[in-house]
């Protein structure tokens, strides 16, 4: 699933690929927020750990899981026709 991180007193957000279910990271925000965790820990799809500070977080958006599509020309070979008229 994407996770989207807005950081208070940062230019750009965190955005990251989750193999974490929706309703889980859902409860690591609220648990972040409520203050029963100093870090908002998520982990992305890759195994790599996103910390960030509980008092620094501006948003959390959680989206659809990024589809990854076949690479069109896979799909369909080129096809080279020739007419004469």
Same mark, same amino acid.
């Given at each position: 699933?994407?996770?989207?991180?807005?950081?208070?007193?940062?230019?750009?957000?965190?955005?990251?690929?989750?193999?974490?279910?929706?309703?889980?990271?859902?409860?690591?925000?609220?648990?972040?927020?409520?203050?029963?965790?100093?870090?908002?820990?998520?982990?992305?799809? /890759?195994?790599?750990?996103?910390?960030?500070?509980?008092?620094?977080?501006?948003?959390?958006?959680?989206?659809?899981?990024?589809?990854? /599509?076949?690479?069109?020309?896979?799909?369909?070979?080129?096809?080279?026709?020739?007419?004469?008229?």
């Amino acid at each position: 699933m994407e996770v989207k991180i807005g950081v208070q007193h940062a230019p750009r957000e965190i955005v990251l690929e989750s193999g974490q279910s929706a309703e889980e990271v859902e409860r690591i925000v609220a648990d972040a927020l409520a203050g029963k965790a100093q870090l908002l820990t998520l982990v992305d799809e /890759h195994g790599r750990k996103v910390l960030v500070p509980a008092e620094r977080l501006a948003y959390v958006e959680l989206g659809e899981p990024e589809r990854r /599509h076949p690479h069109v020309s896979s799909l369909h070979p080129t096809l080279h026709t020739h007419s004469k008229v």
